[in-house]
């Protein structure tokens, strides 16, 4: 299963749009409770285009969630670069980067993560506030995305009642309403029956391409990585390009 | 976004507001109690020390500097004309000043009173209008006590509003009342001109005061009225330079600062309760936002993650604490106004205390206080709101957003040495000397003390657990509690240390105010040995004379009478005055220190009371000079005695060389011993009917047993706040307790929904709450009750002493501490099973997939 050129693979077919991500000689390693450290993974390479779908596969505890978060400035690699829209997360404070996450990259979970205590309108609308929108240009783009999502005219509702698809598609939207070039998404459809993840997915990809966003989805689901351009598979030796099942 | 973008920051806040408006609104009321009760208890302070201070004012009627008699037997009247030439003085106003009654005067605990006392005072109309105008009396229609001089007909008196009042006496009514012993009957001529609302002031002629009152040749008290321009220091010491040893100076600001002396411990004491309040208000906002933000822990990883930044995180909740802490400080200082309001209605200025006699309270609304005492409790909001934000913010949102990095981590041993720190620092601090004669620091160090009992719990929580977690419990429901408490102390400790603090707090106050009550009853018991007791109200001036005294002795079923004059004595200007006791025999008086040689020749043997050998510095066999009738006269002190009658010291002497010097045979108070047999209701009437007239309304009769219990009473009643605020105390700590026990249980549903999932019956984790909740109340009363022995020991030997100058005995009620500790660990039971079965009424399945 080894890749012949990792890092080769792993470059875009076409290098000539600008790059939303551009990740470089990635190195990450967790503690031990003997004082030592384990290797997850190094000499990730990684660049993505605007439209780009990527979906990034591996076994479990290869370090694929950490990963996203390295790329999303959540967490710091042991070597290596990250680029997002040509700012490197490297040199930047907690506040910088946290200004850049909220203006660049969108996100979806496995576990939805919307606050219970806010209704659906105001759950979506929370990037751009976050941002300093106003609250009615918030609001009104918040209930476009619901339109958008299938979820027209219930941006009143309160999480409570909706169930597990519609929440991920609250997420999907919350995700895509600041219209971020880049949209990260840990195992979207892992909480979802077949049918519904087939839906939420190809949603997802509708809604990142109309809003011209680059998506990459990490993923246990071949359903899903067959759904993306590109499939990398994730090992302790970086990315390759994963062959179809 | 580095800051909080406002939207974001409303949104945010109005959906925490809705999601635990119960919890909010506690920890709103928290705040809000504390600072009411710190409020109120200056606003009734400050009304009681400001009325207290225009009545004291009114009876001086305003003059520059006057010259006061340290006794009420006064002084030589030859002073007057010495002072009155002495450069730099305009005119000097010659005063007799008497305390005086009329009716019948009230009794503790016995029958509505008719009458009241006042102050009488005798002046010479002509001088007085010169200094003290406001005590010139003016009649209706036209008749002035200037103008037409009907100040020099004999036999009228002039009132001050208050008295008028009081009596309801109108002009030409005849006013009957007693002074100096004497019956007297006078005719209101009117009101004096400007005496102020509070004071219960009458005027008099000086030279009919002299000649009624027994006073020829004395005065009270010279007031004098400065030039202009005069030096006033350099005259201060001119005059002080003429007088005679029973004669002192007395300014304005030393009479001033003799009223604050009077209550000031008292009340410091009362507002550092009230303080106490606060800080169990800002522990239960501590405890409920540190809980709120364990339990939003993973909503704040997911506002990192969209773009909350740390800062953003920790101004959002520092908002909330703000916005708890405005919240509570308005309602607080509205509260506070409404407390203070009813409490001057109910209780008087004193809330029960017996400092301000006579004064009639009103209250302000001082808004620079108001302000003081709000910003106090919004701080103590944002403080408790500061460290869990900070706490918040140091979870990496990754980790966070996986439910990890909670701080749940049984391998961690939680640090002791904050606490240790901060217990050793409250242990010096609670030793130090006082700080402006108050006990300041010992109440720095008991607030220490307490933060450092409560740092100390997670420490102290797992090592008490560890031999239980090691043995475990094929119970399950007992093996799962004690692995989660001792795995968690942390957890744990948000819920404990409210339990620890107020369990501390209201320990401390118990034990304290038992040891009280106990060492003032042996007390009473120790000075109260004879069968009947009487005394005269209001008989400073002069009581009953030697021949009714011998008719007393004589009445049937008296076996021995044991006399005495009391009166007080002023020995330092600026401090409140000091009873002279002149007894005949040495009456049994608890002593705790006595000199074991015979007093040297041409000394009077005199005991101190504990307060005098405080406040000036006297010490068992010292020799020292006392000013009594007009010359020092040289005493010794035989001994100290405990007393807690008379928080400003008291002196004995015995009776008889007391009448050698001052040629004073009047008497005021007498200790009866029955012969065996009499009854002593017989013998009471029986002395009743041979008391003279004139002061059968100032008559108080005692048996040793009544007077114990009304004493006790008195005792409760001036404690009555002190239980109040204690009361409350343990409420805010119950309700703390139950708040932070139902919010961790809500924060564990899906811990409940894994555990019956796999088999764990519902009744069983039930019965596990329970026992958690049982285990954190039991160690968190036995831990309270043990700091709270500390802190009452710190009460007990330190702060009293230090504010009241006087010492007690330690007590424990016992029972007391048991039933609190009981009620703790039922209660916390009772409320972890109350919040359990709220969590698990939604089912496992519901709280396994619950999203948070």
């Known amino acids: ?245 | 976004m580095t800051m909080l973008a406002p939207v974001a920051a409303r949104w945010l806040l109005a959906g925490e507001w809705r999601a635990g408006p119960l919890r909010m609104g506690i920890a709103v009321l928290a705040i809000a109690v504390g600072v009411a009760l710190g409020f109120a208890v200056h606003l009734v302070n400050s009304a009681a020390l400001g009325s207290f201070g225009r009545a004291m004012a009114s009876v001086q009627g305003r003059a520059d500097l006057a010259v006061r008699a340290t006794m009420p037997t006064g002084m030589d009247e030859l002073i007057y004309p010495r002072l009155a030439r002495l450069p730099g003085v305009a005119a000097a106003s010659p005063v007799v000043e008497v305390a005086a009654s009329w009716g019948q005067l009230a009794r503790p605990g016995a029958a509505p009173r008719t009458g009241g006392r006042f102050t009488l005072l005798g002046t010479d109309v002509l001088r007085a209008m010169h200094v003290t105008p406001g005590l010139i009396g003016f009649s209706p229609g036209g008749l002035s006590g200037v103008g037409t001089r009907p100040g020099w007909q004999e036999g009228i008196i002039w009132l001050s509003p208050e008295l008028a009042r009081a009596t309801g006496l109108k002009v030409g009514a005849t006013f009957r009342f007693t002074a100096a012993g004497r019956p007297l009957a006078l005719r209101v001529a009117g009101q004096l001109a400007a005496s102020g609302d509070e004071a219960r002031l009458a005027v008099i002629d000086i030279a009919e005061a002299q000649d009624l009152l027994g006073q020829i040749g004395r005065l009270q008290r010279v007031d004098l009225k400065l030039a202009e321009g005069a030096d006033v220091a350099a005259t201060t010491a001119r005059i002080a330079a003429v007088l005679p040893a029973d004669a002192m100076v007395a300014t304005p600001e030393g009479e001033a600062s003799r009223a604050d002396a009077l209550s000031r411990a008292y009340r410091v004491n009362l507002g550092m309760l009230a303080l106490v309040a606060l800080l169990t208000g800002g522990f239960l906002v501590w405890s409920a936002q540190s809980l709120s933000v364990a339990r939003r822990r993973p909503q704040f990883a997911l506002l990192a993650v969209l773009g909350l930044s740390r800062r953003g995180l920790v101004t959002q909740l520092l908002i909330e604490g703000l916005l708890l802490g405005v919240a509570g400080a308005v309602l607080g200082v509205v509260l506070g106004h409404a407390l203070a309001d009813l409490a001057v209605r109910n209780f008087g200025g004193d809330l029960g205390g017996g400092y301000f006699a006579g004064a009639q309270a009103r209250l302000a609304f001082p808004a620079l206080a108001a302000l003081g005492f709000g910003a106090l409790g919004l701080a103590t909001a944002l403080a408790g709101s500061l460290v869990p934000a900070l706490s918040a913010a140091r979870v990496p949102p990754a980790l966070a957003l996986k439910g990890l990095g909670d701080g749940v981590d049984p391998t961690r041993r939680p640090p002791a040495w904050p606490g240790l720190v901060l217990l050793s620092a409250g242990t010096g601090l609670a030793l130090a000397p006082p700080l402006f004669g108050l006990p300041i620091l010992a109440y720095i160090g008991m607030a220490l003390l307490l933060a450092g009992g409560v740092a100390l719990m997670p420490a102290l929580a797992r090592a008490l657990l560890a031999p239980l977690a090691q043995a475990g419990s094929r119970y399950l429901p007992l093996d799962l509690a004690i692995r989660r408490l001792w795995g968690a102390p942390q957890a744990a400790s948000v819920a404990l240390s409210g339990i620890v603090a107020s369990t501390a707090l209201m320990v401390a106050m118990a034990v304290m105010v038992a040891s009280f009550r106990q060492s003032v009853d042996d007390w009473l018991v120790a000075v109260l040995p004879s069968d009947l007791y009487l005394h005269l109200e209001a008989a400073e001036a002069g009581g009953i004379t030697p021949a009714d005294q011998a008719r007393l002795a004589a009445v049937p079923g008296v076996a021995a009478a044991r006399l005495q004059r009391v009166m007080s004595i002023r020995l330092q200007p600026g401090q409140p005055a000091v009873a002279l006791m002149a007894q005949g025999g040495f009456a049994a008086v608890p002593l705790i220190g006595h000199s074991a040689g015979a007093p040297p020749a041409g000394h009077v043997p005199v005991l101190i009371s504990e307060p005098m050998a405080w406040l000036y510095g006297w010490q068992v066999g010292d020799r020292r000079q006392l000013a009594i009738g007009g010359r020092q006269t040289p005493v010794f002190v035989a001994g100290v005695w405990r007393d807690y009658a008379r928080q400003f010291g008291a002196i004995i002497l015995p009776l008889a060389d007391y009448r050698r010097i001052t040629g004073d045979l009047s008497m005021t108070d007498a200790a009866f011993d029955l012969a065996p047999g009499a009854d002593a209701k017989a013998v009471q009437a029986a002395l009743a009917a041979q008391l003279p007239p004139a002061v059968r309304g100032q008559a108080q009769f005692g048996r040793p047993g009544e007077m114990r219990r009304v004493a006790l009473q008195i005792f409760d009643r001036s404690f009555a706040v002190t239980y109040a605020l204690e009361a409350i105390a343990i409420l805010i700590g119950l309700v703390g307790v139950a708040t932070s026990f139902s919010a961790q249980v809500l924060a564990r549903m899906r811990e409940f929904g894994m555990l019956r999932h796999v088999g764990v019956q519902k009744r069983q984790l039930l019965v596990m709450l329970a026992l958690e909740g049982a285990g954190l109340g039991l160690v968190g009363a036995a831990a309270g009750i043990a700091l709270g022995l500390g802190l009452a020991l710190v009460l007990v030997d330190i702060v009293n002493p230090q504010s009241f100058h006087w010492t007690m005995d330690l007590a424990l009620p016992w029972p007391l501490l048991a039933g609190l500790a009981a009620a703790l660990v039922a209660c916390a039971a009772g409320t972890a099973v109350v919040a359990g079965r709220r969590a698990l009424g939604a089912g496992p399945v519901l709280a396994v997939r619950a999203d948070w």
Do not use: W, Y
Request: proline letters at 6%; aromatic letters at 2%; hydrophobic letters at 50%.
């Open chain 1, 1 to 245: 299963m080894r890749p012949d050129l990792p890092s080769a693979t792993a470059a875009p077919a076409a290098i000539t749009a600008p790059a939303v991500l551009a990740a470089h000689a990635l190195a990450k390693s967790v503690p031990l409770a003997n004082g030592q450290r384990r290797a997850l993974f190094a000499g990730v390479d990684l660049v993505l285009t605007a439209g780009d779908v990527v979906a990034i596969t591996g076994e479990s505890g290869v370090g694929k969630s950490t990963l996203l978060n390295i790329l999303a400035g959540l967490d710091a690699p042991d070597a290596g670069t990250v680029i997002i829209n040509g700012q490197a997360i490297a040199g930047l404070d907690e506040a910088a980067t946290t200004a850049l996450r909220c203006r660049a990259i969108g996100f979806v979970f496995q576990a939805f993560h919307v606050l219970p205590h806010l209704d659906l309108a105001r759950n979506i609308a929370l990037p751009l506030v976050l941002a300093g929108s106003a609250q009615a240009p918030a609001l009104d783009a918040a209930r476009a995305m619901l339109d958008r999502v299938g979820l027209g005219g219930r941006g009143g509702d309160h999480p409570a009642v909706l169930s597990g698809g519609e929440l991920q598609r609250v997420a999907i939207a919350r995700a895509l309403v600041h219209r971020p070039p880049l949209v990260l998404a840990d195992e979207p459809t892992g909480n979802l029956d077949p049918e519904t993840a087939r839906r939420i997915l190809d949603l997802l990809l509708a809604s990142a391409d109309a809003a011209g966003s680059a998506v990459l989805i990490v993923t246990h689901s071949e359903q899903v990585a067959a759904a993306a351009r590109r499939t990398l598979r994730l090992s302790n030796d970086g990315l390759a390009a994963a062959r179809p099942a």
